[in-house]
């Protein structure tokens, strides 16, 4: 009666502790995900294919293989995918029995008049021989433990770890698609530079020739000294811009040096990549292609799956915990009565139930915690999707428009370039005056600056829009 009295107690506990767990929704509505990109039902994508093939420059795949090695930010990355690859094995072995082999070696002696003394004195320990004293105590043997996974605690805490772990995956991914696109970027922007120096150089022989002319005109009596000082200002001008050029060229070399991992160098390139078109039609395949493609849109699903797990590991720690513990070896006061067996054998086997009762506190805040962190999880995969498709939508708006500017400015350099010419013959026959020549000039070197910087734009927005779509990675 007394043995079921207690029984009864010890399964009110059980279910004292089972019960009360609080009960959370983490459901969140998605209702923005778009059907397709401005009509776009095509399933071709250009992010499906290699960076290898999308780049077409030699010279820039070298510069990107070389940064795939040597980038430290990446290296660094490297390391923190072994580390939770390691804590998936700390895991697995969560769940399964622990098995130990130990020995010790002791010695003690106990007074006479006490009772283990007087039981020592008055066992026949060692048949025909004196009893020793102090007695040894010298011990070998095996022992283990393992608790139980009734509520798959520790098996979904191993499955929350390898969820992590694809999630560092997917984050090195992400790292190398940004790294592409940053060295193609630096790339193409290193090569609008180099143009733009060049019409400035170009720029700086047209005007030298033009103060010559000034100058020549000013001794004819034609024009005054303050035309000569317009040219000479101008020409100081435009060449002090070439020196800020070449300063951002060097900087823009070493941004590429620091994302390949080396010190400052020159950076090789090949011009002609500058003059390909951008093509007129380009594949974004299905929005759909984004949840597979993008790798910051799969290490948001990952992290999200992760913590559902761990929502399960927390509710799981509200149950009673099951353990075994088991132990065999041979114990004696001499090493050389461990064959004397079964004396000198030692063994054990213990189960054991425990639930919490007074930390429960701690545990419903540890459950609460998961919950909000699974919340905060859905959110972040929802600003994934959405973040995706604005940016495929925003490239593929600026590459339409830049196409456009493109057309128009190149026009505007035209007229311009013919502008500088009949200025010139207008001021050689007095028909018009130096300032409109200088003002020419300046309109023509800008608008020229502005249409090379318009082109970079475009295989600037072209990468962008390879990387938005969840290419560069493979």
């Known amino acids: 009666m007394k043995a079921n009295k207690n029984l009864l107690i010890i399964v009110f506990l059980l279910c004292l502790t089972a019960c009360g767990i609080p009960k959370l929704s983490t459901k969140t509505e998605n209702n923005f995900t778009p059907e397709s990109?401005?009509?776009?039902?095509?399933?071709?994508?250009?992010?499906?294919e290699s960076w290898r093939l999308f780049i077409k420059d030699t010279i820039l795949i070298s510069l990107i293989d070389t940064a795939l090695k040597n980038n430290q930010e990446l290296n660094i990355f490297q390391q923190e995918i072994n580390m939770s690859n390691?804590?998936?094995?700390?895991?697995?072995?969560?769940?399964?029995?622990?098995?130990?082999?130990?020995?010790?070696?002791?010695?003690e002696k106990v007074g006479r008049y006490t009772s283990q003394g007087a039981n020592d004195?008055?066992?026949?320990?060692?048949p025909g021989?004196?009893?020793?004293?102090?007695?040894?105590?010298?011990?070998?043997?095996?022992?283990?433990?393992?608790?139980?996974?009734?509520?798959?605690?520790?098996?979904?805490?191993?499955?929350?770890?390898?969820?992590?772990?694809?999630?560092?995956?997917?984050?090195?991914?992400?790292?190398?698609?940004?790294?592409?696109?940053?060295?193609?970027?630096?790339?193409?922007?290193?090569l609008a530079q180099d143009n733009q120096l060049a019409l400035i150089q170009e720029y700086i022989q047209i005007q030298k020739s033009a103060l010559n002319t000034v100058k020549l005109q000013k001794k004819a009596g034609e024009v005054t000294e303050l035309a000569v000082k317009r040219f000479e200002g101008e020409l100081y001008s435009t060449q002090s811009l070439e020196f800020e050029i070449r300063q951002s060229i060097f900087e823009t070399e070493n941004k590429i040096n620091f994302l390949m991992g080396r010190f400052p160098q020159p950076i090789q390139r090949n011009p002609t990549s500058?003059?390909?078109?951008?093509?007129?039609?380009?594949?974004?395949?299905?929005?759909?292609?984004?949840?597979?493609?993008?790798p910051d849109i799969r290490q948001a699903e990952f992290q999200l799956s992760a913590s559902k797990l761990d929502v399960k590991v927390a509710k799981a720690k509200f149950y009673p915990s099951v353990s075994l513990n088991a132990g065999v070896g041979f114990q004696a006061f001499n090493p050389a009565y461990f064959i004397q067996s079964p004396e000198s054998m030692i063994y054990g086997l213990a189960g054991e139930l425990a639930a919490p009762l007074l930390n429960r506190k701690a545990?419903?805040?540890?459950?609460?915690?998961?919950?909000?962190?699974?919340?905060?999880?859905?959110?972040?995969?929802?600003?994934?999707?959405?973040?995706?498709?604005?940016?495929?939508?925003?490239?593929?708006?600026?590459i339409d428009n830049l196409q456009k500017s493109y057309e128009l400015k190149n026009k505007e350099v035209l007229v311009l370039e013919e502008s500088?010419?009949?200025?010139?013959?207008?001021?050689?026959?007095?028909?018009?005056?130096?300032?409109?020549?200088?003002?020419?000039?300046?309109?023509?070197?800008?608008?020229?600056?502005e249409l090379v910087e318009n082109k970079s734009l475009q295989f600037v927005s072209l990468i962008n829009l390879y990387r938005s779509l969840g290419g560069g990675w493979k």
Not at 37 to 48: F, K, M, P, V
Not at 146 to 169: P, V
Not at 422 to 445: C, G, H, P, W
């Open 121 to 126: 004195a008055n066992t026949d320990i060692a």
């Open 37 to 48: 990109y401005n009509g776009n039902l095509d399933t071709n994508n250009i992010a499906t």
């Open 129 to 190: 021989k004196e009893t020793p004293e102090p007695l040894g105590d010298f011990m070998v043997g095996a022992y283990t433990s393992w608790e139980i996974d009734i509520w798959r605690k520790l098996r979904n805490s191993r499955d929350a770890q390898i969820e992590r772990y694809l999630s560092t995956i997917e984050g090195k991914k992400f790292l190398v698609t940004n790294l592409v696109a940053e060295i193609s970027t630096a790339y193409y922007e290193l």
């Open 420 to 449: 500088i010419g009949i200025s010139n013959k207008l001021l050689l026959s007095a028909k018009a005056d130096y300032m409109e020549v200088l003002f020419t000039q300046r309109d023509a070197l800008s608008a020229r600056l």
């Open 363 to 398: 545990i419903k805040a540890e459950y609460l915690g998961a919950n909000a962190s699974q919340v905060q999880a859905v959110y972040n995969y929802e600003q994934a999707i959405l973040n995706g498709f604005i940016e495929v939508s925003n490239e593929l708006n600026r």
């Open 274 to 294: 500058f003059n390909v078109p951008i093509p007129e039609s380009i594949n974004t395949g299905l929005p759909s292609q984004l949840l597979e493609l993008r």
């Open 86 to 107: 390691y804590e998936i094995m700390s895991r697995k072995g969560e769940y399964l029995p622990n098995l130990n082999i130990g020995t010790g070696v002791g010695v």
